[in-house]
């Protein structure tokens, strides 16, 4: 069992727009890309394997079978894998454009929806970090004199390697036939060039019109780079300026986004899927090393002390953050050691960790994500609204998580849980969101005479059933 304390998580960052307390449904205003395709006939690019729909349908079914216990004479000793890559930082646009991101090793991304007729499509800048950070400290202020960047001005580095872009192949018969990756020589996006200086989305060739949809990318990509990486501090910056080198890249990258009320799951490249709880804990789960093989979690969590005073009180202990460390091993290994099968004291110490932080809680709703996703077919597949005999338009209850997380404090504006999906297999889904305001905290509170405020199941009683009456308000 290996044990590291994590990167620090700056607070998220949430670009979707308020909604009234009213739930909202449908689509939203469409952007500006996809006026034209991504790739055009001459681009270079390749298939990723096992990126179809049948190959990931596959996939799923696998880490969910593989989802389950070993007895302790099973249990793997010796073996140990570094962590996955995973995020770090993220602000969610997803009512106009997708998701950006930053990984840990410093790749800064973004999954777009799918538009215009166009399908689902992400960036990747390896190594964007240290560029937009370098950039910032260039810049001069009243304190301090900027340090000179030659690739201040520039989207990405110009002699820093090719920019990453992915693209699902959809098709109406036969289903998503996986993911084309196209790699973009920097020069593309050089600032100076008359291309970047005023893109032209409807004329000029067919190649050039596919060009302005990679620089229209790319220049989304810096501004919420630059709005995660400054706006949620610089930390670590000392010698950035003198590197002579970036560090080692993991190669992954996310190729799908889904917010399931309160929890966002990331989908990455390699079959990987991170999820963020609202407790500030998350969950890596990978392929295991065979297809018969218990799947690799890193367990993001917090001490046992904090978990339990964030689960009473419903908001972190003022050192809370200053607890989180990781814990990985295979699924089954946590899953024997939560259900009580420990045979040591450091398996003793695990287990207070798993049950504080409501490790198989958790793990049993990632079998419902993944059991949804079965269900539709496709990863990403969530309930549609469909039309009743009367013509009302009627929604299948939505999967959101019920377990601990921030209660809103009295005065606040209330909490609103979301469900979104980008990058999906064949589409996304519909947006919806639910607002939860002091206004309902409110009348909960004389309807149960509860003058000490509103506990956590009510709360919940609350969201169900405006889940309940979604499409129908």
Request: glycine letters at 10%; aromatic letters at 8%; hydrophobic letters at 30%.
């Amino acid at each position: 069992m290996s044990s590291q304390p994590p990167q620090q998580i700056q607070p998220t960052s949430n670009g979707v727009s308020r909604s009234n307390s009213k739930t909202s449904s449908g689509t939203r205003a469409r952007s500006s890309l996809g006026l034209s395709p991504l790739f055009h006939q001459d681009d270079l690019y390749d298939m990723i394997p096992g990126t179809s729909l049948s190959e990931v349908n596959t996939d799923l079914r696998l880490m969910l079978s593989n989802l389950i216990s070993h007895a302790p004479a099973r249990r793997r000793g010796g073996s140990r894998k570094q962590p996955h890559a995973y995020v770090i930082k993220w602000v969610d646009y997803t009512n106009r454009y997708g998701i950006g991101y930053v990984l840990d090793d410093g790749s800064v991304g973004c999954v777009f929806k799918g538009e215009n007729g166009q399908p689902a499509s992400s960036v990747v800048v390896r190594d964007g970090e240290r560029h937009i950070r370098r950039k910032a400290r260039s810049v001069d202020t009243p304190e301090v004199k900027g340090i000179p960047y030659s690739e201040s001005e520039q989207l990405v580095p110009r002699h820093g390697n090719a920019i990453e872009f992915y693209e699902n192949r959809d098709d109406d018969l036969l289903g998503c036939r996986g993911i084309r990756r196209g790699m973009v020589s920097p020069s593309l996006f050089d600032a100076r060039s008359s291309k970047v200086m005023k893109i032209r989305v409807n004329s000029g060739s067919d190649a050039d019109r596919c060009d302005a949809e990679k620089i229209k990318r790319v220049k989304l990509v810096d501004q919420f780079g630059k709005y995660m990486i400054g706006s949620l501090g610089r930390h670590g910056d000392d010698g950035l300026a003198d590197a002579p080198a970036p560090r080692q890249t993991s190669g992954q990258f996310i190729k799908f986004y889904q917010r399931l009320g309160n929890v966002g799951i990331w989908g990455f490249g390699d079959g990987a899927f991170q999820f963020n709880f609202p407790d500030h804990t998350k969950l890596v789960i990978s392929p295991g090393r065979t297809r018969s093989s218990s799947p690799w979690i890193d367990f993001y969590h917090l001490s046992p002390s904090a978990a339990r005073y964030f689960a009473a009180k419903g908001k972190m202990h003022p050192s809370g953050f200053d607890t989180r460390a990781i814990a990985s091993d295979e699924a089954a290994t946590f899953i024997s050691i939560a259900n009580g099968s420990s045979s040591n004291s450091v398996e003793e110490r695990i287990r207070e960790i798993l049950d504080a932080n409501s490790f198989m809680e958790k793990i049993g709703f990632m079998k419902e994500v993944l059991k949804g996703w079965i269900k539709y077919g496709r990863l990403g597949g969530r309930p549609s609204t469909n039309k009743t005999p009367s013509g009302v338009d009627s929604v299948a209850p939505e999967l959101f998580w019920q377990g601990t997380q921030e209660r809103t404090p009295t005065g606040g504006h209330g909490t609103k849980f979301v469900w979104v999906t980008v990058g999906a297999p064949d589409g996304d889904g519909e947006y919806r969101s639910v607002m939860l305001k002091d206004s309902d905290r409110e009348k909960l509170e004389k309807r149960g005479g509860l003058s000490g405020g509103v506990d956590h199941e009510k709360e919940m009683d609350v969201l169900r059933e405006r889940l309940r009456m979604m499409g129908r308000e």
